[in-house]
């Protein structure tokens, strides 16, 4: 099934202060964490008492386009940091993929970074294109094996998807519920019917 192109995910990450050489009074101001655990399955809805889930696969981000990612606030608003000019660094490894954005550089950058330090501000969100992914319908859950750009990683303040992306995922799970509720249908009437041939 094939679903919408654009994709957001969310989840916590850390911070971390540096004094600048040289510079007492100046800190370099960072946030970090890891953006995507690989492997690792993630419910993405739930509709008719049924969770659907999304994996996203050691690998996937090969050949991902990723040279110029920006970071910001709710995916919107002023650019704090960017893969660009090198004050956001994007890593792979064994468990996922893990995000440095430098926030000292803009007026919003530091502000952003007092109110997640204090707590006001926990989780973050990254903005990606699928490339190639399969759907298990037993399981009711997306592998994304190949994530063919990534846009941004951004610092949210709500950590529930917004209504857009809900509205979205509900119209792509009202289709794979439809399609099982189909497919069990048609084999309980298969099971009946192959009951009364054996009765008769």
């Known amino acids: 099934m094939e679903r919408k192109n654009l994709h957001e995910r969310r989840f916590e990450f850390q911070i971390r ?22 492997n690792s399955p993630t419910v993405l809805f739930e509709y008719d008492g049924v969770e ?17 990612v920006i ?12 893969t660009r000019n090198e004050t956001l660094t994007l890593t792979t490894d064994n468990t996922g993929l893990f995000i440095r954005a430098r926030l000292d550089g803009t007026e919003e950058g530091r502000r952003l970074y007092d ?26 859950k997306w592998t994304v094996t190949r994530i063919k750009r990534l846009w941004d990683v951004s610092a ?9 992306s809900i509205e979205a995922r509900r119209a792509d799970a009202e289709a794979v519920a439809r399609e099982s509720r189909q497919a ?13 041939l054996n009765l008769n």
């Open 17 to 38: 202060a540096a004094e600048i050489e040289g510079q007492p009074e100046a800190q370099e101001l960072w946030v970090e964490g890891y953006a995507v655990r690989f």
């Open 52 to 68: 659907y889930k999304e994996e996203i696969m050691r690998g996937a981000f090969e050949g991902c386009k990723m040279d110029d």
């Open 71 to 82: 970071f910001n606030y709710n995916h919107a608003g002023k650019v704090m940091a960017r």
């Open 115 to 140: 109110e997640i330090s204090k707590g006001y501000i926990d989780r973050m969100s990254f903005r990606f294109n699928i490339g190639a992914e399969a759907y298990d319908k037993d399981e009711h």
């Open 156 to 164: 949210v303040d709500i950590p529930a998807y917004d209504d857009t």
């Open 184 to 196: 069990a249908e048609a084999a309980l009437l298969r099971g009946k019917l192959m009951l009364k």
